[in-house]
């Protein structure tokens, strides 16, 4: 059952993710901004999830902690949001 306790976890979760994310893209300490981050960071969280889960890279992500791996979902799934932003962009600019 979802809990509160999940839903912190997950916002710390995607915060770290999206900032490291933002800070990777742009280069910048703060990355796309707080709100930005923390958006970016559990829409990643929740693709990098399903992406490692579908792929069976790293077993029992469904626990609830705050740890590397849950960090590296996080991360990864940001960076697969950011290319899907991009790529609509471009396409949408040509």
Avoid: Q, Y
């Amino acid at each position: 059952m979802f809990t509160f306790a999940h839903a912190v976890i997950w916002l710390v979760v995607g915060l770290i993710g999206g900032s490291l994310a933002g800070l990777l893209v742009k280069g910048r300490k703060a990355g796309f901004g707080l709100l930005a981050n923390v958006g970016l960071g559990c829409v990643g969280a929740v693709i990098g999830g399903a992406l490692f889960a579908m792929f069976g890279l790293f077993p029992s992500l469904e626990t609830i902690v705050i740890s590397l791996r849950d960090v590296v979902a996080a991360f990864v799934g940001s960076l697969v949001v950011l290319a899907a932003i991009w790529l609509w962009s471009a396409r949408g600019a040509s």
